[in-house]
């Protein structure tokens, strides 16, 4: 017998409805605002990763949850919302809240695409798009420290800019959040029925 929250991916795709339009706007709007504030509360760190932020469990959540084009179109409006936010008070490089929305918005595909077929590979998915996310974040990361670009300082050689890159793979961290996201599966999915999503 399945769990509660595993039964929320079984659904046939057939039987399933989206929500009309007006109420899938008044969705997006609130959980980028919900992705947004997750964002702006965050873990500082040193650049490049500048930040853990508490938005990984939202975004997760909702990619199992809802159509997959409106997790990614919230995910990409609150994280770039947010990340503006983090810096124009607390600084940082104009181009991270870019960053945020490559890195962040096609996790919710991938995330997505396992909805409907259990726990292990939803968990499995979210781990993938974690990984996904980390090299989002390393590679540019890695090209910008290597060729000066986007003011992250004078030329130097791939090496060096490797190693500056490097502390991106402290967002393999954003894992711890999978727990969490399945607890608000499991604890929405109803309320996201009723909306007319799969929940």
Do not use: Q
Not at 110 to 117: L, R
């Amino acid at each position: 017998m399945g769990t509660y929250a595993e039964s929320a991916f079984h659904e046939d795709a057939s039987a399933r409805t989206t929500p009309m339009r007006s109420r899938r706007l008044a969705f997006i709007a609130v959980f980028s605002a919900v992705i947004a504030v997750c964002t702006i509360v965050s873990i500082p760190l040193p650049k490049p990763v500048f930040e853990i932020t508490l938005a990984p469990a939202v975004y997760f959540a909702l990619a199992a949850l809802t159509d997959k084009w409106d997790a990614f179109s919230a995910t990409a409006i609150g994280g770039f919302v947010g990340e503006l936010f983090n810096i124009t008070t607390r600084g940082g490089l104009p181009i991270y809240p870019f960053g945020m929305v490559w890195a962040r918005a096609p996790e919710v595909l991938i995330i997505a695409w396992a909805a409907n077929k259990g726990n292990r590979a939803l968990a499995l998915a979210m781990a993938a798009a974690t990984v996904y996310e980390t090299f989002a974040f390393l590679v540019p990361d890695w090209l910008f420290y290597s060729f000066g670009l986007f003011g992250y300082g004078s030329p130097t050689t791939l090496y060096a800019g490797l190693i500056l890159a490097v502390p991106d793979l402290a967002t393999f961290a954003d894992l711890a959040f999978i727990p969490i996201a399945f607890a608000i599966i499991a604890g929405a999915g109803p309320t996201f029925r009723r909306l007319g999503y799969r929940g």
